[in-house]
């Protein structure tokens, strides 16, 4: 490995060896040693039939050197790619920040400099401040949810939860946002307690929604069904909305991934992969579909621990 050279038998170096060492080397490294051991001396290879031996090591180092240059173009591509990616973030966490900030500085700045103001456009500014705070509040919460998902941080505090009282919370924290949508519940009548994280799965369940208003136009139904089938329950989601490109439906729980549209909605991309990391902590698995005639299905399995 040190003098690069071939070494044992039938060479200069230890010629009594009854094996046949050769560096395997290319211009641009050496990536080991192709040893030959011979059980018998005599069957050795003659001398001057080493260089097929040699031709042998060189074509071997060649492949090895060809797949290391491919994980080295790969390791560069995922590299650009990462990097990419960390600015499409940081581009669009600026955005996602300095949007509502702006408007709540506008708005507090507006009820400072104006001691006239009645109180009717008080309280109207300071409604508009209130809610771009909330933006504010779920943007951070996705973020350090994600950053605990990446981790491996997020800690489940598992309890027995009904599944009524889970859906009712999450529809009554959700009113604002769904107050324009019509609302359908239908959970099976077996379906009794669930051990989940309360907490967590009321994310997913807001988020999904929230996702489901954003996308429906006023009047349109939004259906929340429950039941059981073979040891988990299945939640499904269903809206009459806009629905998902085919090809999107396997990317919309990726980190970052912002479906192409011609309107523009907001959105860091960072809500559905939060719940497929807080639903896979649990063992459980969620998915998107298209719905017949149109809108959009998200379905949640999460396995009944005592089935």
Request: aromatic content about 6%; charged content about 25%.
């Amino acid at each position: 490995m040190q003098n690069k050279i071939p070494t044992g038998c039938n060479t200069r170096i230890q010629p009594e060896a009854n094996a046949y060492y050769t560096p395997l080397k290319t211009t641009r490294d050496i990536f080991g040693i192709l040893g030959v051991i011979f059980r018998d001396k005599k069957l050795a290879v003659p001398a001057k039939s080493d260089h097929l031996l040699e031709t042998f090591a060189y074509q071997i180092s060649f492949a090895i050197e060809r797949l290391k240059l491919l994980e080295e173009a790969q390791q560069a591509e995922l590299l650009r790619q990462t990097e990419k990616l960390h600015t499409a973030f940081l581009n669009s966490i600026s955005h996602d920040l300095r949007t509502p900030l702006a408007t709540i500085s506008g708005a507090l700045s507006s009820i400072l400099q104006n001691s006239k103001m009645n109180r009717m456009n008080q309280n109207s500014l300071l409604e508009t401040a209130y809610e771009e705070s909330s933006k504010l509040n779920q943007l951070v919460s996705d973020l350090l949810n994600m950053a605990r998902v990446e981790a491996g941080a997020l800690h489940i505090n598992k309890k027995a939860v009904d599944l009524r009282d889970l859906i009712g919370t999450a529809l009554k924290q959700m009113d604002k946002v769904l107050k324009d949508h019509k609302i359908s519940i239908h959970i099976a009548a077996e379906l009794q307690e669930i051990e989940i994280d309360f907490v967590l799965i009321l994310k997913v369940l807001k988020n999904i929604l929230d996702n489901a208003a954003k996308f429906t136009p006023a009047n349109k139904e939004i259906i929340i069904t429950a039941e059981k089938k073979d040891g988990v329950v299945e939640i499904k989601i269903s809206d009459e909305g806009i629905g998902i490109p085919v090809a999107d439906l396997d990317h919309v729980f990726d980190k970052f991934y912002r479906i192409k549209r011609p309107q523009n909605y907001e959105g860091t991309g960072l809500g559905l992969s939060v719940c497929r990391g807080i639903i896979e902590s649990h063992k459980g698995k969620i998915w998107a579909e298209n719905r017949e005639p149109g809108g959009t299905v998200i379905k949640i399995l999460l396995p009944l621990e005592n089935s």
